[in-house]
């Protein structure tokens, strides 16, 4: 089994920076591509970026330009550097990881992010 951590979520103002990482436990060598998601107003889960195990790294577009998505393969680690936040990044946000050869996927337990002057 594979367990995620989110971490670094907090309360920030506009044009601010927070750092999130995602730790990863468990049967590591199992993981293949990585992501972050989250869920703001209306509950809807929406990609934020992804990155592969192979470093191709893919954004959605509302945050291209501010976000940072990263990963350290040796320490279990993914990051999202977020920057110049707006209030509408706000939402709960999760890790997620894909299993190789698998249909089973993990998710972790979210960090909130809130973004308010």
């Known amino acids: 089994q594979v367990q995620l951590v989110e971490s670094g979520g907090g309360l920030v103002q506009p044009g601010g920076s927070l750092r999130l990482s995602c730790t990863a436990s468990?049967?590591?060598?199992?993981?293949?591509?990585m992501g972050w998601y989250r869920q703001g107003a209306g509950n809807q889960r929406t990609l934020v970026a992804t990155?592969?195990?192979?470093?191709?790294?893919h954004y959605a577009d509302s945050v291209k330009g501010r976000f940072t998505i990263s990963r350290d393969i040796a320490k279990n680690t993914m990051y999202l550097q977020m920057n110049s936040l707006k209030p509408e990044d706000t939402g709960v946000y999760y890790c997620?990881?894909?299993?190789?050869?698998?249909?089973?996927?993990?998710w972790g337990q979210g960090t909130q992010v809130t973004v308010s002057s």
């Open positions: 997620n990881a894909d299993r190789i050869g698998s249909t089973i996927g993990y």
């Open positions: 990155i592969r195990r192979g470093g191709s790294i």
């Open positions: 468990g049967s590591i060598s199992t993981i293949g591509d």
